[in-house]
């Protein structure tokens, strides 16, 4: 069983490796030029060639993001908390948000613009506005799900709707809460750097743009891997606290 635990512990790394190396063996094999698919090994020096404007774009990218994503928790909690705590506002908001999320995210850049100008504005607000959704919709789900029979329990030993809703509802909605997190901050990202594409001067969606413009495309796909990597790691962070925050939720996957 242990050897088998390790090998699910590693087997994203492994996968990766497996990735990488075949990547740079087709890209080898047929000669494929650089400007159209460069291979890892391209991607490594340019990395290490511009490490310092690629740090300098990520920090900026990584900080603007964690300001997006921050508003989009507050908003999405306290909004998920009122629609799952009513039958009514979850019946006349949830279609309405439903709406409202099939909108792409990148139309409202140029009106964000208008109003805010280019710079960290509507990147903020575009993370925001990608991010905040499925963090509403999952503590809306737990706390609308809660079993009536328990509720009436709860009520029968003189629990009022409040208490509810605070000591049974909240916690019981923990666990989708970090599950909304952990994809909620990967639109964050993907909504920052769509912004910076379009509405700023500054960040790895700048980079992107610039990058392509002068054939760097190995820069290009060093700045989408960094993106990848500082989305990876703040899903691996909000995995690790959710792990040590709600272990009741997931013991029998653990027993197994």
Avoid: C
């Avoid at 020096?45 to 508003?71: D, N, P, S």
């Avoid at 605070?166 to 909605?173: A, F, M, T």
């Avoid at 790691?233 to 653990?254: N, V």
């Amino acid at each position: 069983m242990k050897p088998r635990k390790e090998l699910e512990r590693w087997s994203p790394l492994l996968l990766l490796v497996v990735i990488v190396i075949l990547w740079q063996i087709i890209t080898s094999a047929f000669s494929v030029s650089e400007f159209i698919f460069p291979s890892p090994l391209r991607i490594w020096e340019q990395t290490l060639e511009y490490k310092a404007v690629i740090a300098g774009h990520a920090w900026r990218t990584f900080w603007v993001t964690m300001a997006g994503f921050g508003i989009a928790i507050v908003v999405g909690v306290l909004l998920g908390f009122l629609i799952g705590s009513s039958r009514l506002a979850y019946a006349a908001v949830y279609p309405l948000m439903t709406a409202f999320n099939a909108l792409p995210k990148a139309a409202f850049v140029p009106i964000l613009v208008v109003w805010f100008g280019i710079g960290i504005g509507p990147a903020i607000l575009t993370a925001f506005l990608i991010s905040f959704f499925p963090i509403t919709v999952n503590i809306a789900t737990g706390l609308a799900t809660l079993e009536p029979e328990l509720e009436d329990v709860l009520r029968v030993l003189g629990a009022k709707r409040w208490d509810v809703l605070i000591k049974v509802g909240l916690p019981r909605s923990m666990p989708y809460f970090f599950g909304s997190l952990k994809v909620a901050i990967t639109l964050a990202f993907v909504g920052t750097t769509v912004s910076e594409m379009t509405a700023a001067n500054e960040g790895i969606g700048y980079l992107l743009i610039s990058a392509g413009s002068a054939m760097q495309m190995g820069l290009a796909f060093s700045g989408l891997l960094v993106v990848g990597a500082m989305a990876m790691a703040m899903y691996e962070l909000f995995s690790f606290i959710e792990k040590h925050t709600t272990g009741w939720a997931h013991r029998g996957s653990q027993s197994a």
